[in-house]
């Protein structure tokens, strides 16, 4: 894997009691690009990412389907200068020409009644956490740091020399879900005691 061309700008979690909000960069006041709101971008690739992650907060129901409901969104922007997003493409490197195809030819919405639906679905994602065994998460240790397809619970939406990628784990598999639930527990057991 190479080093990353995309680097952490800034961090919002939002509680929302109902009603996810999706293109959710569109009601926020982005960080400006790395190298400057002026700085022309010619490469064709966004200079932020802004992930949209959309978390339960109650456990899910072993029997009924994921509906959405209350959730807390946690929503990262990460930015590239335009001479690295230049150079990341004149490296050829494999993976500057999948985000090309993908930051080009994803159809944008939730759910997008046309255009390349494949290449919408075939993000991966590779989370892992670090420390798992000390959240006593132990049991998902073999998941960890796995590759996830975001197909349908996937979303993608354009704006101002950025995309938006959205996650809706309301949408994930039962055992995923109650990975990230266990996950939103320990976390919340640590704020009551800090």
């Known amino acids: 894997s190479e080093m990353h061309t995309y680097h952490p700008m800034s961090i919002d979690v939002f ?6 909000l999706f293109h959710v960069a569109s009601k926020l006041t ?13 490469t064709g ?11 339960p907060m109650e456990a899910p129901s072993l029997l009924g389907g994921g509906s959405d409901g209350a959730c807390y969104q946690v929503v990262g922007v990460f930015g590239a200068t335009a001479e690295a997003l230049a150079a990341w493409q004149a490296s050829g490197a494999a993976s500057a ?14 759910l997008p ?3 390349d639906v494949d290449v919408k679905e075939r993000l ?4 892992k956490v670090a420390n798992m065994k000390d959240l006593g998460m132990g049991w998902l240790e073999r998941y960890n740091g796995k590759p996830a397809l975001l197909t349908k ?19 994930f598999g039962l055992l995923t879900r109650k990975g990230i639930s266990s996950m939103l527990g ?3 057991r640590a704020d009551l005691h800090a």
């Not at 020409?97 to 939730?110: D, I, S, T, Y």
């Not at 950025?162 to 784990?169: A, D």
């Open 15 to 20: 509680k929302r009691k109902s009603n996810i």
């Open 30 to 42: 982005l960080p400006p690009p790395p190298d400057g709101k002026h700085t022309p971008n010619t």
């Open 45 to 55: 690739l966004p200079r932020r990412i802004v992930v949209n992650c959309i978390l």
């Open 97 to 110: 020409k999948l985000f090309a195809r993908f930051a080009q030819n994803a159809p944008e919405g939730v």
């Open 113 to 115: 009644p046309s255009g």
């Open 124 to 127: 991966k994602l590779c989370p």
């Open 153 to 171: 619970s996937g979303s993608v939406h354009r704006g101002d020399d950025y995309l938006e990628i959205g996650m809706n784990t309301f949408r």
């Open 186 to 188: 320990v976390v919340s």
